[in-house]
């Protein structure tokens, strides 16, 4: 399968577009593949502590973050006021800034946003 990237611009309380990419990164993790999962604009508040209600959404959070690694946009962390310690523990962000954002991009053969 070609590479994908996964962009979560959509915030908490768009709990279905964001449940779907969640579900799509957990349905291609369960394949050994491992896409590139990227949170952006409103999509870091997902990132915050306590952002779902749902425990299952932040189980798939918490399995992308440990085996494929998920990456925030900077300028949107920066934008929305989410510092490190506002993120939940179980998961490991890795901030980008535009530039990378571009560039990982470039590599991926398909992007899917919700």
């Not at 799509?24 to 870091?44: N, R, S």
């Not at 998920?70 to 490190?84: C, D, P, Q």
């Not at 490991?92 to 919700?114: Q, W």
Request: glycine share 8%; aromatic share 6%.
């Amino acid at each position: 399968m070609d590479a994908l990237m996964i962009v979560i611009k959509s915030g908490p309380a768009a709990v279905i577009r964001v449940d779907e990419g969640l579900r799509l990164t957990a349905a291609m993790l369960g394949y050994d593949q491992l896409p590139v999962i990227v949170f952006v604009d409103e999509g870091v508040e997902c990132l915050r502590s306590g952002a779902f209600e749902d425990p299952t959404m932040d189980d798939y959070l918490e399995a992308a973050s440990d085996l494929a690694g998920i990456y925030a946009l900077s300028e949107s962390l920066e934008t929305r006021g989410v510092r490190k310690r506002d993120l939940a523990e179980n998961i490991k962000v890795t901030s980008i800034d535009l530039d990378g954002l571009a560039g990982m991009m470039a590599e991926c053969d398909t992007v899917a946003a919700y």
